[in-house]
Nanobody, 124 residues
């Protein structure tokens, strides 16, 4: 099992930037895909971005393409989500999750373990 801890959330004005981190411990982190998801109040948990085990492939939801960048440093057991040009609609709790087996990068049900989340609030 991989334990995940998110950090880096906070309050930022529209147009600002934040970098989220997802620190992992436990099973060999570098073997697995990692995804970022977000959940706004009263809404479902939605896919944001994902990265394969090596970092060679990345995936984004359309609304964040060109603004968010996912990356990983396997030596540090950490995945990052750089968020630029933030908008009020990006406000949510952001979660990272690990996927142990082959499957969809976009479906949260395909992920096996989750962090507790970090709050991102973007003011207008």
């Amino acid at each position: 099992q991989v334990q995940l801890v998110e950090s880096g959330g906070g309050l930022v004005q529209a147009g600002g930037s934040l970098r989220l981190s997802c620190a992992a411990s436990g099973r060999t982190f570098s073997y697995y895909a990692i995804g970022w998801f977000r959940q706004a109040p009263g809404k479902e948990r939605d896919f944001v971005a994902a990265i394969n085990w090596s970092g060679g492939s990345t995936y984004y939801t359309n609304s964040v393409k060109g603004r968010f960048t996912i990356s990983r440093d396997n030596a540090k057991n950490t995945v990052y989500l750089q968020m630029n040009s933030l908008k009020p609609e990006d406000t949510a709790v952001y979660y990272c999750a690990v996927r142990y087996y082959s499957g969809s990068y976009y479906n949260p049900d395909e992920y096996d373990d989750w962090g507790r989340g970090t709050q991102v609030t973007v003011s207008s």
